[in-house]
């Protein structure tokens, strides 16, 4: 992957807008709106963010939550499909399950992948994710409001994000969201979907 400079976040969920908050976003310019379909893969023994996104398998962790409850998550992986056994036992690794003893196949394809590994499974759970996300550039941070489904349940987010925790945080309460709690998108995900 090239250098990656872990970001700070602070991501908020709900059934409904923000209203002030949402005001004071769109405030401060135009949106630019992007729509993506991405496969979440949830592991109940791990709280790594695991997902596909146009056709790469991509992992990121949680590094660290400072003081003001702000999360700095780091991409450890980006990978293209087929994936060999090196490749899939780093992941299941991330996924905190133990891998199968052998893989069956060389390489496998984004649908055996999921089909083969991922479903039988007890402890993975494949979460289909819709987002529509409006972006902006606030104060130098990453601001979006975006419309989310998780297997087709609805869920509002708004998210602030930067390398830069102080500016992060002082973003966060310009926008008046630092009264709602801080929740990335795995916790928001296993409480929609039912997972412990």
């Known amino acids: 992957?090239?250098?990656?400079?872990?970001?700070?976040?602070?991501?908020?969920?709900?059934t409904a807008p923000f209203d002030r908050s949402?005001?004071?976003?769109?405030a401060?310019?135009?949106?630019?709106?992007?729509?993506?379909?991405?496969?979440?893969i949830l592991s109940r023994q791990s709280m790594n963010n695991t997902k596909i996104r146009d056709g790469l398998m991509d992992i990121k962790t949680l590094q660290a939550v400072n003081g003001d409850g702000l999360e700095q998550w780091n991409p450890i992986l980006k990978a293209a499909f087929p994936l060999g056994p090196d490749v899939l036992a780093g992941?299941?690794?991330?996924?905190?399950?133990?891998?199968p003893i052998f893989f069956v196949r060389d390489v496998y394809t984004y649908e055996q992948y999921l089909d083969e590994l991922v479903g039988p499974s007890p402890d993975l759970r494949r979460v289909r994710v819709v987002k529509e996300r409006h972006g902006?550039?606030?104060?130098?941070?990453?601001?979006?409001?975006?419309?989310v489904t998780f297997d087709d349940?609805?869920?509002?987010?708004?998210a602030?994000?930067?390398?830069?925790p102080r500016l992060v945080i002082a973003t966060v309460r310009a926008l008046a969201?630092?009264?709602f709690e801080n929740v990335n998108y795995l916790r928001a995900m296993k409480a929609a979907v039912g997972m412990a």
């Open 153 to 158: 349940i609805p869920r509002r987010t708004a």
């Open 28 to 40: 401060r310019g135009e949106a630019r709106v992007r729509r993506s379909e991405e496969d979440y």
């Open 22 to 26: 949402e005001d004071l976003i769109r």
């Open 177 to 179: 969201l630092d009264g």
């Open 1 to 14: 992957m090239g250098e990656i400079i872990p970001r700070w976040e602070w991501r908020v969920f709900g």
């Open 91 to 99: 992941i299941f690794a991330a996924f905190g399950v133990e891998a």
């Open 136 to 147: 902006f550039l606030i104060d130098g941070c990453i601001v979006e409001i975006a419309d």
């Open 160 to 164: 602030v994000e930067h390398e830069d």
